[in-house]
């Protein structure tokens, strides 16, 4: 527990966009940074940023770790509802179309060699948020793998990451995936049957505000750039936990028909998605992996 502690602190400090560390560029340093200079980072931040922009291409663009300055309108806008629902307020689509030009991953430049991020414009920021946690979670798990741990279960809010089996009985882990209906006796939808496997769900119902009694969530459609409402709730199976977290985001911001193409498109990656009306469809196999 200690070693996969100490090794999630570490990559959360590295790509926590809030706050600054002593003797540690991270991702806030390199938004302080932008139009301004190069920022030298560790080697784990390049990664994880050609980590998603390959999301980014795979995604057709739903997935945009550059959306920083359209989310941070939403993040404020949010905040204030939140503090204050009687005034909760909408951002102005002129704001966010503004916003949304500083938006280019292409803006974004990696250069390996030199291990330096750099984002072209002042205006520019990166927001990991829809990939960092999963793309942690998966290399904390090679970490424990290679340190000689083959069966254990990580869950890092909402990311779930099963090694292995459970038991002498060599069992698989058993893990639940959560109703989003949070007025519903019934807190857990499914139990899963997982052996080296993410799971991961994506929401309406964790970060979220209400304006003129509509809720407003957290994920926001790069097509949009409103939340999307296609769904309530999606949850991706596979075994990369940060191809999960991608995923789970790219799918909540498609159509349900588009969405199943797409996952049906890769190997070994299974979804099901949950519709405001409370119905539930699923990918070919995701029903072979419930339990109960």
């Given at each position: 527990?200690?070693?996969?502690?100490?090794?999630?602190?570490?990559?959360?400090?590295?790509?926590?966009?809030?706050?600054?560390?002593?003797?540690?560029?991270?991702?806030?340093?390199?938004?302080?940074?932008?139009?301004?200079?190069?920022?030298?980072?560790?080697?784990?931040?390049?990664?994880?940023?050609?980590?998603?922009?390959?999301?980014?291409?795979?995604?057709?663009?739903?997935?945009?770790?550059?959306?920083?300055?359209?989310?941070?309108?939403?993040?404020?806008?949010?905040?204030?509802?939140?503090?204050?629902?009687?005034?909760?307020?909408?951002?102005?689509?002129?704001?966010?179309?503004?916003?949304?030009?500083?938006?280019?991953?292409?803006?974004?430049?990696?250069?390996e060699e030199n291990s330096t991020v750099f984002l072209t414009n002042e205006n520019m920021s990166l927001d990991v948020g829809a990939i960092a946690k999963g793309y942690a979670a998966e290399q904390v798990t090679k970490i424990a793998f290679q340190k000689g741990y083959t069966n254990f279960l990580l869950s890092v809010g909402g990311n779930t990451r099963a090694v292995g089996t459970k038991g002498q009985?060599?069992?698989?882990?058993?893990?639940?995936?959560?109703?989003?209906?949070?007025?519903?006796?019934?807190?857990?939808?499914?139990?899963?049957?997982?052996?080296?496997?993410?799971?991961?769900?994506?929401?309406?119902?964790?970060?979220?505000?209400?304006?003129?009694?509509?809720?407003?969530?957290?994920?926001?459609?790069?097509?949009?750039?409103?939340?999307?409402?296609?769904?309530?709730?999606?949850?991706?199976?596979?075994?990369?936990?940060?191809?999960?977290?991608?995923?789970?985001?790219?799918?909540?911001?498609?159509?349900?028909?588009?969405?199943?193409?797409?996952?049906?498109?890769?190997?070994?990656?299974?979804?099901?998605?949950?519709?405001?009306?409370?119905?539930?469809?699923?990918?070919?196999?995701?029903?072979?992996?419930?339990?109960?």
């Open positions: 527990m200690q070693l996969i502690y100490d090794n999630l602190k570490t990559y959360h400090q590295l790509y926590d966009k809030y706050k600054d560390y002593e003797g540690i560029n991270n991702i806030k340093t390199i938004n302080d940074n932008a139009g301004i200079a190069p920022v030298s980072v560790d080697r784990r931040i390049i990664d994880m940023l050609l980590f998603s922009k390959e999301m980014y291409r795979i995604t057709d663009g739903t997935v945009n770790i550059a959306l920083g300055p359209v989310l941070e309108i939403w993040h404020i806008y949010r905040t204030a509802g939140i503090d204050d629902p009687l005034n909760a307020q909408l951002p102005s689509m002129e704001e966010l179309i503004r916003a949304n030009s500083f938006t280019d991953i292409n803006q974004v430049i990696i250069d009985e060599k069992a698989p882990w058993s893990v639940g995936i959560q109703n989003p209906d949070k007025s519903s006796e019934q807190t857990s939808l499914y139990t899963m049957a997982l052996t080296d496997l993410s799971l991961v769900a994506s929401g309406n119902y964790e970060r979220y505000y209400t304006v003129d009694g509509k809720t407003y969530h957290h994920i926001i459609d790069p097509n949009t750039l409103m939340p999307s409402d296609y769904f309530t709730a999606v949850s991706i199976l596979c075994e990369d936990s940060g191809m999960a977290d991608a995923l789970s985001t790219a799918i909540y911001n498609m159509p349900f028909e588009k969405g199943k193409a797409f996952i049906e498109s890769f190997d070994n990656v299974e979804a099901m998605w949950i519709f405001p009306n409370g119905e539930r469809k699923f990918s070919n196999h995701f029903k072979d992996f419930i339990l109960e």
